[in-house]
């Protein structure tokens, strides 16, 4: 079945920092890529997404690019702020529709 | 427009006892899914509804089931509540893939169900 693997937290970061959060993913088809945000008691949000191989998506000054070759959909983000710390959660859908999530990944960002 | 929304947004039940989530999905929106996710986990997903249809299940016993109104809205029911059935409650709406924006999907605030 599918899977999606993340890089394990919790990411504490300075403010203005690099961010890199790893994701891998294991599906049949082209599934279409996601990265979502949870803040705390609240429901997902859809952060930005990618339908297809090299797409690029984009959002708030968030990134990722859809790698088919080595099967990543890494989140990137060149200078965070303290209002970026979340939960966040990489996600595949597949052309069924179902959506298989990561265990996502908590980020911390400090003054 | 109003998104997805969901109700309750809290519930309380005792091990056996029997719930009734809600749902009504984002304007526009056909396909209901629902997921549960559990404390400091990703979300599972339980089904998807389209047409008043089950379509698709995932790994959950037959405790969990669900229902779609021909509004688009949705329930999902769990029977014989178990401790570990205690969760965060997910519902999103979408279009069935293939028809407009197959990709997206929009999540609710979801119920947080306790079982004690």
């Known amino acids: 079945g599918n899977s999606v693997t993340q890089m394990e937290g919790p990411v504490t970061l300075s403010e203005e920092a690099f961010l890199t959060i790893n994701c891998t993913y294991t599906?049949?088809?082209?599934?279409?890529l996601f990265w979502y945000v949870q803040y705390p008691g609240e429901g997902l949000q859809l952060l930005l997404k990618?339908?297809?191989?090299?797409d690029k998506g984009s959002n708030k000054g968030f990134e990722a690019t859809y790698r088919k070759e080595t099967t990543s959909f890494h989140l990137e983000k060149g200078s965070v702020q303290v209002s970026d710390s979340a939960v966040y959660f990489c996600?595949?859908?597949?052309?069924?529709?179902?959506?298989?999530f990561g265990d996502g990944t908590t980020l911390t960002v400090k003054p | 427009d109003a998104g997805v929304t969901q109700s309750p947004t809290h519930l309380i039940k005792t091990r056996g006892q029997q719930v009734t989530l809600r749902c009504s999905p984002k304007s526009g929106h056909d396909t209901v899914s629902w997921y549960q996710q559990a404390l400091g986990q990703g979300p599972q997903f339980i089904f998807q509804?389209?047409?008043?249809?089950?379509?698709q299940r995932g790994n959950f016993p037959d405790r969990f089931s669900g229902h779609q109104f021909p509004n688009y809205s949705s329930e999902l029911n769990v029977n014989a509540l178990l401790l570990g059935d205690s969760a965060l409650y997910l519902c999103?709406?979408?279009?069935?893939?293939?028809?407009?924006?197959?990709?997206?999907?929009?999540f609710g605030p979801g119920t947080r169900l306790t079982v004690t």
């Open positions: 999103a709406s979408s279009f069935l893939p293939g028809q407009g924006s197959p990709y997206e999907q929009y």
């Open positions: 996600a595949l859908r597949d052309n069924a529709g179902k959506s298989t």
């Open positions: 509804y389209y047409e008043e249809e089950e379509r």
């Open positions: 990618a339908t297809k191989a090299d």
């Open positions: 599906a049949t088809g082209y599934p279409s």
